[in-house]
């Protein structure tokens, strides 16, 4: 069982940047692929980054790409989410996920993740 816990949520103004961060429990972190997810209000939750369990790819959804970088440090069990040149319509609830061994062709699926955390709330104002 791993647990999954988001932080570095909060209110930033559009252009500003944040970075999330997410901590998984358990001694097998480099077993795990790592994504990010989002849900705004009203809309269904979508893909934004992953990163794979060996770290050697990573994939973002197209309303991030150029703009949100993810990586993770094995050493910390942590997986960060750098946003950049953000926008009033990144403003949602963050959510982190984890799945073990999961494919690289599976990473922006969110219902291969099996374990996920609580989620952080993102508002950037215009």
């Known amino acids: 069982q791993v647990q999954v816990v988001e932080s570095g949520g909060g209110s930033v103004q559009a252009g500003g940047s944040l970075r999330l961060s997410c901590v998984a429990s358990?001694?097998?972190?480099?077993?795990?692929?790592l994504g990010w997810f989002r849900q705004a209000p009203g809309k269904e939750r979508e893909f934004v980054a992953a990163?794979?369990?060996?770290?050697?790819?990573?994939t973002y959804g197209d309303s991030v790409k150029g703009r949100f970088t993810i990586s993770r440090d094995n050493a910390k069990n942590t997986v960060y989410l750098q946003m950049s040149s953000l926008k009033p319509e990144d403003t949602a609830v963050y959510y982190c996920?984890?799945?073990?061994?999961?494919?690289?062709?599976?990473?922006?699926?969110?219902?291969?993740?099996?374990?996920w955390g609580q989620g952080t709330q993102v508002t950037v104002s215009s």
């Open positions: 990163v794979s369990w060996s770290g050697g790819s990573t």
């Open positions: 358990g001694r097998t972190f480099n077993r795990y692929t």
């Open positions: 996920a984890a799945d073990q061994y999961l494919s690289n062709s599976y990473m922006s699926q969110e219902a291969k993740y099996d374990y």
